[in-house]
């Protein structure tokens, strides 16, 4: 009898490993489908944190990245390519290496503090679309579950830690401290492809000695797959070609 409860519970522990195996890789797939798919459209909400921001983007597949972002009563826009890009600023488009290396332009801020154009350029430069973020983010998972169309799981401490730290200001020092990470994660698929993400992370944030409760909610949602049309100004082009040229 003993011996059939043993072989009962590592028949049911060895089917949850299969099952939870199994819907990462249905994850993971719905992620790859939708990355290589010819092009895309995007919206993430940000609610909590350091307050709200909403980002639109248009994607091609090897092409040309639109990226639109807006903070409080400030948009911006910049256009990517590559490792290459181009922010739209007051005086028309600059290359971002012209931003970052001329400490800003278009409008700075005083006391130190970077202007939108140079906070969106050093963006761009280190930009990765939300689906290439996701496929980073699967391994991460714990307690992956299956609930009709949707898929829940926990997120890691290292993934909570991660996406806390990517949205810091670019002209902080010195790292915050993030302790008590928590995180959670929701993600719809439609056949075949993820139409929408939404994780929620909570944690103590330590910067500059002070300890800061955030509670932020991320929700991407993803549209026209593989009939969106990225249009690019010609001026912006002539900066990411320029770009391109320099050494």
């Known amino acids: 009898m003993f011996r059939k409860t043993l072989a009962s519970v590592a028949l049911v ?29 995007w919206k993430t909400t940000v609610e909590g944190g350091w307050g ?18 807006t903070r409080q009563d400030n948009t911006s826009e910049a256009v990517i390519q590559g490792d290459k890009a181009a922010v739209k600023t007051d005086d028309g488009w600059k290359s971002a290496s012209e931003l970052v290396g001329a400490g800003g332009g278009g409008g700075g801020g005083g006391g130190g503090r970077p202007s939108p154009d140079r906070v ?5 430069q280190n930009f990765k679309t939300p689906v290439a973020l996701a496929l980073e983010m699967v391994d991460k998972l714990d307690n992956i579950k299956k609930a009709d169309d949707a898929y829940t799981a926990d997120l890691s401490e290292e993934a909570v830690k991660q996406l806390m730290t990517m949205r810091r200001r670019p002209n902080a020092n010195a790292g915050p401290q993030i302790s008590d990470p928590k995180g959670t994660v929701k993600m719809w698929i439609k056949d075949g492809v993820i139409t929408k993400i939404e994780a929620h992370v909570t944690a103590t944030v330590t910067f500059n000695g002070n300890d800061n409760k955030v509670d932020r909610t991320t929700t991407t949602e993803f549209t026209d797959v593989g009939s969106t049309k990225v249009t690019v100004p010609d001026e912006a082009k002539a900066k ?5 040229a320099k050494p």
Do not use: W
Not at 15 to 41: C, I, N
Not at 120 to 124: G, S
């Open 13 to 41: 522990a060895a089917f949850t490993g299969v099952a939870r195996a199994s819907d990462k890789a249905d994850v993971k797939a719905a992620l790859q489908k939708l990355a290589d798919s010819p092009s895309y459209t």
């Open 52 to 69: 709200g921001a909403e980002t639109t983007g248009k994607t091609q597949k090897d092409g040309f990245t639109m990226l639109s972002v």
């Open 120 to 124: 969106m350029a050093m963006t761009a």
């Open 240 to 244: 990411l070609t320029a770009a391109a």
